[in-house]
């Protein structure tokens, strides 16, 4: 049972950032009215996929976003 909230938090740390504590609460913000506008205008009984569906739509357009390797490089070229 509560392992549902549990990937719903990490959906939402992940949408909004792991380092930021307002993004993740906005991002737990998204994903709620996402589920709920989802369960309201689709299908009620898939209320749960909403949120990875939101999750993997963020990872696709956002992918840099959520890299750990945000060095500058060797000398502040991009290189390495």
Do not use: C, T, W
Request: charged letters at 10%.
């Amino acid at each position: 049972m509560g392992i549902g909230i549990l990937i719903k938090a990490f959906a939402a740390a992940v949408v909004g950032g792991f380092g930021n504590l307002p993004g993740a609460v906005l991002g737990g913000l998204l994903v709620g009215v996402v589920e709920s506008l989802g369960a309201g205008y689709l299908a009620g009984s898939y209320k749960d996929i909403y949120a990875f569906i939101l999750l993997i739509v963020v990872l696709m357009v956002r992918p840099r976003r959520h890299r750990q390797d945000q060095s500058i490089g060797i000398g502040g070229l991009g290189i390495g």
